[in-house]
């Protein structure tokens, strides 16, 4: 599998340790950076990552930042990515199952190397199992109405 990486300096040390561990389970990695712990910015390389995942390039990807909650929502910008926040082997594993999340995300500051290894192998052996979860995917591409009735503001605001 070719697999998109990208990340802010916070996140370079996860990433330098996800990349070495893609390359020795056989997988090929293109590495979108960032390369050094100089301070950048996230949105650059995390979207590089993710425009190579939906353009074909590479078959899925792997973003990391600090927390990586700012490159989640980076990474779900570039329209046809879906990208979950990650950080154990089950949230690796339920991004694929129900969610089927061609990108994943995770901060370097919050989640050790071996659960970012164990979530990322989970993410890639699962496989989608589409059904109710599918009817969900396909409502995020949807405008949706509130349901008939429904008033989201209380009563006198």
């Excluded at 996860?14 to 389970?25: D, M, N, V």
């Excluded at 792997?62 to 990208?83: H, Q, W």
């Excluded at 199952?97 to 979530?119: L, Y």
């Amino acid at each position: 599998m070719k697999i998109a990486l990208g990340t802010d300096h916070a996140g370079l040390p996860l990433k330098e340790c996800i990349k070495a561990y893609l390359t020795e389970l056989g997988h090929e990695v293109v590495d979108y950076g960032c390369y050094s712990k100089e301070s950048t910015h996230y949105p650059i390389f995390v979207q590089y990552a993710a425009k190579a995942v939906v353009n074909g390039i590479c078959d899925c990807g792997v973003v990391f930042g600090g927390s990586g909650n700012g490159e989640t929502i980076a990474a779900n910008k570039v329209k046809g990515v879906r990208c979950a926040l990650t950080w154990t082997a089950e949230t690796g594993r339920l991004a694929k199952e129900h969610n089927n999340a061609n990108v994943i995300s995770m901060g370097a500051r919050v989640v050790p190397k071996e659960d970012a290894k164990a979530a990322v192998k989970a993410w890639l052996e699962a496989k989608f199992e589409g059904g109710r979860h599918q009817t969900r995917i396909s409502m995020l591409e949807e405008d949706l109405d509130p349901p008939r009735g429904f008033d989201p503001l209380p009563s006198g605001v």
